[in-house]
């Protein structure tokens, strides 16, 4: 199992605007050799930020990265983005590699 998390940090006030871009997206995912689960998960809530992560399971690395490659992937990217203001700087990725699962 590979999980990817982006972890996004959305100035206060902008929360129901980047949720629905997400609610709303066509993510291409249901196609997609090797993926398992997706989740937008939102986090803690500080004067500065809302935290959010997107959080995508896949069968592997290799599956992985064999989406961030694909033509499934950048039309998925090129989707609508947020109003100016929403993000505070870059999403910041993650990935995890499984080592033990029960």
């Known amino acids: 199992m590979f999980l990817a998390m982006n972890r ?21 995912l249901s196609s997609v050799p090797g993926f398992k ?22 069968e592997s690395k290799e599956a992985f990265i064999a989406w961030t490659e694909s033509d499934a992937f950048r039309k998925a990217h090129a989707q609508a983005s947020a109003p100016k203001g929403t993000y ?15």
């Open 8 to 28: 996004f940090k959305i100035t206060p006030g902008f929360e129901a605007g980047f949720e629905k871009i997400w609610r709303e997206r066509d993510s291409h």
């Open 88 to 102: 505070l700087g870059h999403p910041e990725l993650e990935t995890f590699e499984s080592v033990l699962e029960e």
């Open 37 to 58: 689960k997706f989740s937008l998960l939102k986090g803690p809530v500080t004067d500065e930020h809302v935290l959010y992560a997107s959080h995508s399971v896949w």
